[in-house]
T-cell receptor
Framework: GQNIDQPTEMTATEGAIVQINCTYQ??????LFWYQQHVGEAPTFLSY??LDGLEEKGRFSSFLSRSKGYSYLLLKELQMKDSASYLC??????????WGAGTKLIIKP | TAGITQAPTSQILAAGRSMTLRCTQD?????MYWYRQDLGLGLRLIHY???????GKGEVPDGYSVSRANTDDFPLTLASAVPSQTSVYFC?????????????FGPGTRLTVL
């Protein structure tokens, strides 16, 4: 079966760095997406990885290791507005997105 | 640019009744999707359409139907609602279905079936 695993909840301090991990087992791999979702809102796109390595975009970076079935989202200089759920999704061999349940990130002052 | 709109924002529906959730995009995207999101679970694909005139079944299609008569609209119909269909429904679209085609989401419809 297809499976995406992420921690359910994480807590971090304003101004700090947090790493949210995602491991996956899917039928094929055509890319990995990270989305941010605030409470009561729609998911919004953050990053996309298809090759191994680190993709940096401002305060957010995303890493992929295809051989390990592993990705992480790194958030630097945390702000209160970063309190949200972070969703990991893998595009399988049929180009359908398989979604993790999301990681709720709580930022404390 | 409006992007993707969904209607209604929320709805309470009696079990056994039918309902159509509306979704419209103005980005001229070829592909559209319907997901449901339930607490503790990832987004689950209900139905999708890779291009106007075609539709396909996702992971959880039972009890739902869709149509794609044109590029912009992708309505989702519940023929006879059941309480297990209580959920938040998101419509999404992407330019294509390739590996770099990001999905963009509408604001969602919160449906409660009693």
């Amino acid at each position: 079966g297809q499976n995406i695993d992420q921690p359910t909840e994480m807590t971090a301090t304003e101004g700090a760095i947090v790493q949210i991990n995602c491991t996956y087992q899917t039928s094929g791999f055509n890319g990995l997406f990270w989305y941010q979702q605030h409470v009561g809102e729609a998911p919004t796109f953050l990053s996309y990885n298809v090759l191994d390595g680190l993709e940096e975009k401002g305060r957010f970076s995303s890493f992929l290791s295809r051989s390990k079935g592993y990705s992480y989202l790194l958030l630097k200089e945390l702000q209160m507005k970063d309190s949200a759920s972070y969703l990991c999704a893998v595009q399988d061999s049929n180009y359908q997105l398989i979604w993790g349940a999301g990681t709720k990130l709580i930022i404390k002052p | 640019t409006a992007g993707i709109t969904q209607a209604p924002t929320s709805q309470i529906l009696a079990a056994g009744r039918s309902m159509t959730l509306r979704c419209t995009q103005d980005m001229r995207h070829n592909a559209m999707y319907w997901y449901r999101q339930d607490l503790g679970l990832g987004l689950r694909l209900i139905h999708y359409s890779n291009t106007a005139g075609t539709t396909g079944k996702g992971e959880v299609p039972d009890g739902y139907s869709v149509s794609r008569a044109n590029t912009d609209d992708f309505p989702l119909t519940l023929a006879s609602a059941v309480p297990s269909q209580t959920s938040v429904y998101f419509c999404a679209s992407s330019a294509g279905t390739g590996d770099t085609d990001t999905q963009y989401f509408g604001p969602g419809t919160r449906l409660t079936v009693l």
